[in-house]
C-alpha cells in the first residue's frame, strides 16, 4: 500500500487525491492521510503565481511531516484578476522523493457579488456562503459547485487536475 500525504485537513481535497490516484493507478491501493501545513502564501491567493507557490509549499512542507510517504500533495485554489473580471482556479503540486508533478485545474469567472466581496478582503469561500446562503461551501461543493449545480462539484474539478499532475509518475521514463 502507498502512503499519500495530502496537505489539507479538508475532505474534499482529501477525497479528489485519493480518487485521482485509484484512477491513475488502479492496481494499487493507497492511505491517503490529511495533514494541515501552512500555504506560506495569503489564505486568498490572488495571482496564478502566489496560487502555485501556494500549492509547492504545502506539498514541500507536507514532506517535511512525513518523508517516508509515496507521496506528497498539495491542493490551493486562488483566484486572478483580468480586466475588470475575477476568475478562480487551482494548482495541485505532486511530490514523490525529487520529483515534481504539476498541473492546474480549469478556469470560470465569478459573479460580481462574489467580486465584490473578495475586493472588500473576503476569501472566496467566505463570499459564497454570504452570497448563496451556504454554510462553509469551501468544504462542500465550493463556487465551481454551487455555480454548476453541482454539474461539477468540487471534488470532480480537483480529481481531473490530480491526475494530470501524476502524469511525471506515470510515466517515469519520459520525465
Avoid at 40 to 64: C, H, I, W, Y
Avoid at 96 to 114: A, D, H, W
Wanted: glycine residues 8%; charged residues 25%; proline residues 3%.
Amino acid at each position: 500500500m502507498k502512503k499519500v500525504i495530502i496537505a489539507s485537513k479538508n475532505p474534499v481535497k482529501i477525497k479528489a487525491a485519493k480518487q485521482g490516484l485509484e484512477q491513475m493507478f488502479p492496481d494499487q491501493e493507497f492511505e491517503c492521510v490529511g495533514v494541515s501545513v501552512p500555504s506560506n502564501v495569503s489564505d486568498q491567493p490572488m495571482s496564478d503565481e502566489e496560487t502555485f507557490l501556494g500549492a509547492k509549499n504545502r506539498a514541500d512542507n507536507a514532506s517535511g511531516s512525513d518523508k517516508d510517504a509515496d507521496f506528497h500533495i498539495g491542493i490551493e485554489g486562488g483566484i486572478a484578476q483580468i480586466n475588470n473580471e475575477m476568475q478562480a482556479f487551482a494548482w495541485v503540486v505532486i511530490k514523490s522523493g525529487e520529483q515534481y508533478g504539476k498541473s492546474r485545474t480549469g478556469t470560470f469567472f465569478l459573479p460580481k457579488q462574489v467580486v465584490d466581496l473578495i475586493r472588500e478582503g473576503k476569501e472566496l469561500g467566505e463570499a459564497d456562503d454570504l452570497v448563496f446562503n451556504r454554510d462553509n461551501s469551501k468544504q462542500k461543493s465550493g463556487a465551481v459547485g454551487i455555480l454548476t449545480g453541482d454539474l461539477i462539484s468540487r471534488t470532480s474539478y480537483y480529481t481531473e487536475a490530480v491526475i494530470l499532475a501524476l502524469i511525471p509518475f506515470k510515466n517515469e521514463t519520459l520525465y
